[in-house]
């Protein structure tokens, strides 16, 4: 993609984006040489413009899914709250809303399935067909119509939908039990089967769409839940029929996994997953060293007090970050992990230096 060098008169601010909770600062547009759709689809075909933080894209988990619903995390035109609900899922799952802790899950205890064997005639396939598409389709119209990348959630993946049936104690053992484990392939395969569907249906009514972001947590605050090799055999290639497929339509695939998960990146990237931002117990900076070239890393900023912390201070902390990881052969995106040093300084400074050093061959 051809984009001009860095004129000083992008810094124009043409509009202010509240921040979402209440808290922070608000996000300047600014004049864009290019869309944030096309900075966005620019980064992921390894010709990065600026550093991605996030304000590109447009978050779409339509109403439309049970899925969404049932875990209380809807953002879509149809005028449902974020964190109303909970109920059944795609599966009639019950999830319950834990107002807490801000999210639901499925009350443990009473597991759908005590053996992964019962699925075959336990579990009854969702009818995607039957839900409403054409509401759905009008209800976003509006919504999908902003110069974003569009990136559309599909939330509970293989691990997941198996604690979902099983309690999370049965799900790690069913994992690794020999007895279990061609059941649960032969689950994992059939899920993929759905998610491939569900994602050509979401592009058949929603094509303004440009990536999924799929949720499949692999690990706690301290270990992934399973080894790499437990991983690569019970669900790399599972998943990768669905990222081949989406690579197919020439839509990108991000991985959201929460947990430790340093040592699964490999298999992050053997999945065919084009992208992964890690919480704030990962190295992020080490990952990017070493994983960097091959998987798009958001990388957590080094973190500061901004009211201690001069706006001299907070642009240097910038350029630091983007001389390290804003360069062209190994692109990055900014982690939203850590938004609390996004003032305006350092956005600004942040945007800046990082189109400088995109710019350079």
């Known amino acids: 993609m051809a984009v001009p060098a860095f004129d000083p008169k992008e810094l124009e601010v043409t509009a202010e984006i509240p921040s979402r909770f209440g808290a922070g600062y608000p996000t300047p547009v600014y004049s864009f040489p290019i869309t944030p759709r096309d900075a966005f689809i620019a980064l992921y075909n390894k010709e990065p413009v600026w550093q991605i933080t996030g304000m590109e894209q447009t978050l779409f988990v339509p109403k439309v899914n049970p899925d969404n619903v049932a875990r209380a995390f809807v ?23 834990i107002a807490q802790v801000g999210g639901s899950m499925v009350r443990p205890g009473k597991p759908f ?13 969702p009818d995607i067909d039957a839900w409403d598409w054409d509401l759905a389709e009008k209800d976003n119209v509006e919504f999908l119509s902003k110069e974003n990348f569009v990136s559309c959630w599909l939330m509970n993946g293989w691990y997941e939908r198996l604690i979902s049936f099983m309690d999370f104690e049965g799900a790690i053992m069913a994992m690794v039990d020999e007895d279990q484990k061609d059941a649960v392939k032969d689950l994992f395969a059939q899920l993929s089967q759905l998610y491939i569907r569900l994602i050509d249906k979401h592009l058949l009514h929603f094509p303004q769409i440009n990536g999924f972001s799929i949720h499949d947590d692999w690990g706690s605050q301290k270990e992934t839940f399973f080894s790499p090799a437990v991983a690569e055999e019970m669900i790399v290639p599972y998943m990768k029929m669905v990222t081949d497929h989406l690579h197919s339509k020439g839509i990108f695939c991000d991985f959201h996994s929460c947990g430790q998960l340093q040592k699964q990146v490999p298999n992050m990237i053997a999945a065919g997953w084009d992208s992964w931002g890690g919480q704030m117990m990962n190295d992020t900076h080490k990952i990017y ?25 907070q642009r240097a902390h910038a350029r630091a970050y983007a001389d390290k990881f804003c360069r062209r052969d190994k692109p990055s995106f900014f982690n939203m992990n ?7 300084a350092y956005r600004e400074e942040l945007y800046m230096r990082s189109r400088e050093n995109y710019g350079k061959i």
């Open 338 to 344: 850590g938004a609390g040093v996004l003032t305006p």
């Open 75 to 97: 953002v879509d035109g149809s005028g449902m709250a974020f964190g109303e609900d909970g109920g059944k899922d795609m599966f009639g799952i019950e999830w319950e809303y």
């Open 113 to 125: 399935l005590s053996d992964a064997n019962e699925w075959h005639s336990k579990v009854i396939w």
């Open 289 to 313: 060293e070493l994983y960097g070239d091959k998987i798009t890393i958001g990388v957590i900023p080094d973190l500061f007090d901004p009211d201690t912390t001069s706006e001299d201070e």
